[in-house]
């Protein structure tokens, strides 16, 4: 194996699989099995079939039905669960290191060999229907659906909800599903394990269960999203006014990244924040108030989240813009700064105090090809300057970029239509 780092260990098999391993004394194993096919891979007519694959294959293998998986995993004292992402599929277990060849013979199982029974398509079909229903009554969810439909080419796939739409997966059959998942083959496949184990015996084990996999279908590249500009509202009777404000930002490979989570800290990014000082504590205009950079392949957005009463909708986004804007117009005082890189600091070093945060790590810096020591990125965050703060603050945040989307009574948040005219 390959050391991509200190303590880092990284191996492909010959079909393509790529196994990476970061030994840690004295931890849990945390095993994850990565395909790099997620929403944003999806046709029109598929639109919410990584997410439905994530739910089908638990109902059973060709080796195991729903039951056994559960079963075993109980009698490893283990954990499983999956989740789907606009570009990743992520199915995972935590076990005690001894369990390894055994825990990671389940979740192969998993990615290999679902059954995809019809009986089973159809109950969760029921099921994922539900999940959409559930999103859909969540104005605090459906929010930010609104808004990544709207910012982005409502025909591009990074436009559409990761869940999809009910009439569209009403539509699944068991011949549509085994098409998508013809996807998950070696090339996209990526294993990773943190914990107490040896690297060489993770790559024996996963030679063992994904060696012999054959080659599947090729992915379509991957086309950037086109960013439009937007306000929208969508009327409920409701007594909070839920508001998404944002701006397509910079991309998970741009260097600005690092500036950009630090103005994001300094903006919104927990108690110490500005919008959270300004909004909720000052003026009490707010119980849920912050801001979120969320970074994709080749995209990303820089979004402001707030939940209020409708008539305060309007002050709460005006102040939004205001300190948005200062951050364009007037340097970050060096006091904030450096709070704002210790809070960002302790962040990314407490969030690896556990063998399934770096396990998820190792995943993300694989997928992505970006692969740094800790230590390298906390040197990243320490050189950014007030400077580099303004700069991308400005690249951002031109006079007509900002869009906003809203759930709530929209006779009481017509008032916010003039802000974003005056800007347009």
């Not at 392949?297 to 200062?326: M, W």
């Not at 995943?363 to 990243?380: F, T």
């Not at 031109?398 to 809203?406: M, P, V």
Request: proline share 5%.
């Amino acid at each position: 194996m390959r050391e991509l780092y200190p303590n880092c260990y990284a191996e492909q098999l010959e079909n393509g699989v790529r196994v990476l391993v970061e030994p840690i004394e004295d931890r849990p194993l945390a095993l994850g099995v990565w395909v790099r096919v997620g929403s944003r891979d999806e046709p029109a007519h598929q639109a919410g079939m990584a997410h439905f694959i994530e739910h089908m294959v638990f109902k059973g293998t060709l080796n195991r039905t729903a039951f056994q998986i559960s079963e075993e995993v109980d009698a490893l004292g283990g954990y499983i669960n999956a989740m789907t992402h606009k570009e990743y599929t992520l199915f995972h277990i935590d076990v005690l290191p001894e369990h390894l060849e055994a825990a990671l013979d389940i979740l192969a199982d998993l990615v290999k060999n679902p059954r995809f029974a019809e009986e089973d398509i159809r109950k969760e079909q029921g099921v994922v229907l539900e999940e959409i229903r559930m999103t859909e009554d969540n104005p605090q969810e459906k929010v930010f659906d609104l808004f990544v439909e709207r910012i982005w080419d409502h025909q591009h796939p990074m436009a559409r909800p990761i869940l999809g739409k009910a009439e569209m997966v009403q539509r699944f059959d068991r011949s549509g599903i085994i098409e998508f998942h013809r996807y998950y083959q070696p090339e996209h496949l990526i294993v990773t394990a943190a914990g107490a184990i040896a690297p060489q015996r993770v790559v024996d084990a996963v030679k063992r269960v994904f060696g012999g996999l054959e080659p599947g279908a090729r992915l379509p590249s991957r086309q950037p999203p086109q960013p439009t500009k937007h306000f929208y509202i969508e009327d409920r009777d409701s007594q909070q006014a839920n508001l998404v404000l944002g701006v397509p930002s910079v991309g998970r490979h741009d260097e600005r990244r690092f500036a950009l989570e630090v103005m994001n800290t300094i903006l919104g990014g927990g108690m110490s924040s500005r919008l959270f000082k300004k909004i909720r504590e000052e003026l009490g205009l707010a119980y849920a108030v912050f801001s979120s950079a969320n970074l994709f392949e080749d995209s990303g957005l820089f979004i402001i989240y707030v939940g209020t009463d409708p008539k305060n909708a309007r002050q709460t986004v005006e102040i939004s813009i205001e300190e948005i804007y200062r951050l364009v117009r007037e340097p970050v005082p060096q006091s904030e700064l450096r709070l704002a890189k210790e809070k960002l600091k302790g962040n990314i070093l407490l969030g690896l105090e556990t063998a399934h945060s770096r396990m998820v790590r190792l995943g993300i810096g694989e997928l992505y090809q970006i692969h740094a020591p800790v230590e390298e990125l906390v040197q990243k965050i320490e050189q950014v300057t007030s400077e580099e703060i303004q700069q991308i603050a400005r690249e951002l945040f031109s006079s007509d970029g900002l869009s906003l989307s809203a759930v709530g009574p929209e006779a009481k948040l017509r008032n916010l239509e003039p802000i974003f005219t005056v800007r347009a």
